[in-house]
T-cell receptor, first 114, second 116 residues
Framework: NAGVMQNPRHLVRRRGQEARLRCSPMKGHSHVYWYRQLPEEGLKFMVYLQKENIIDESGMPKERFSAEFPKEGPSILRIQQVVRGDSAAYFC????????????FGPGTRLLVL | KQEVTQIPAALSVPEGENLVLNCSFTDSAIYNLQWFRQDPGKGLTSLLLIQSSQREQTSGRLNASLDKSSGRSTLYIAASQPGDSATYLCAVRQPSGGGSNYKLTFGKGTLLTVNP
């Protein structure tokens, strides 16, 4: 059973471009969480999704950021018109059920905005 | 708003030493607390999870304690090894937004270096 997979592992974008980060949860997991780790900061919750639904997006910036988890395929975190402050590690986690169960983390995508 | 603080931010010890990492949280209404390990450029590996009704959990050379009422947890590592060098993260899980949604709040971590 493969773990949580994220790609790309490293992504370089110029200011104003779009960044698309993908997350494939563990097999059998239908709950996905996205976190952002800024330099010298802890991980911050961004969004929690189930298949085709956004459950909690209280940690998402109001503009330029969006997330989806379609019925088929990976979850996507999309950042439009990236700025240097978006440079960070973005981690995805998955769990099999809603609730207080442990989440299994992917290796992260390191985004660098030039 | 929950805030999680980890002290120290960095720790360097010689191999074989026993050590303690500290974690404190401001809101004691937590569901559980989890310790993770993060290696450079890698994801997070769960080490121990303590439910709010528990006082401690042990796994091998690791022992985590939880004092929910005072908002504190410690991670004790016995007989440290160079392979233990990593960043250790503490996270608390709380209900969020009603229903059965939960949210993890992380500390900034303690960077541990174990010198051979």
């Amino acid at each position: 059973n493969a773990g949580v997979m994220q790609n790309p592992r490293h992504l370089v974008r110029r200011r104003g471009q779009e960044a698309r980060l993908r997350c494939s949860p563990m097999k059998g997991h239908s709950h996905v969480y996205w976190y952002r780790q800024l330099p010298e900061e802890g991980l911050k919750f961004m969004v929690y999704l189930q298949k085709e639904n956004i459950i909690d997006e209280s940690g998402m910036p109001k503009e330029r950021f969006s997330a989806e988890f379609p019925k088929e395929g990976p979850s996507i975190l999309r950042i439009q018109q990236v700025v240097r402050g978006d440079s960070a590690a973005y981690f995805c986690a998955s769990s099999p059920r809603q609730g207080g169960e442990t989440q299994y983390f992917g290796p992260g995508t390191r985004l660098l905005v030039l | 708003k929950q805030e999680v603080t980890q002290i120290p931010a960095a720790l360097s010890v010689p191999e074989g030493e026993n050590l303690v990492l500290n974690c404190s949280f401001t809101d004691s209404a937590i569901y559980n607390l989890q310790w993770f390990r993060q290696d450079p450029g890698k994801g997070l590996t769960s080490l121990l999870l303590i439910q709010s009704s528990q006082r401690e959990q042990t796994s091998g050379r690791l022992n985590a304690s939880l004092d929910k009422s005072s908002g504190r947890s410690t991670l004790y590592i016995a007989a440290s090894q160079p392979g233990d060098s990593a960043t250790y993260l503490c996270a608390v899980r709380q209900p969020s937004g009603g229903g059965s949604n939960y949210k993890l709040t992380f500390g900034k971590g303690t960077l541990l270096t174990v010198n051979p």
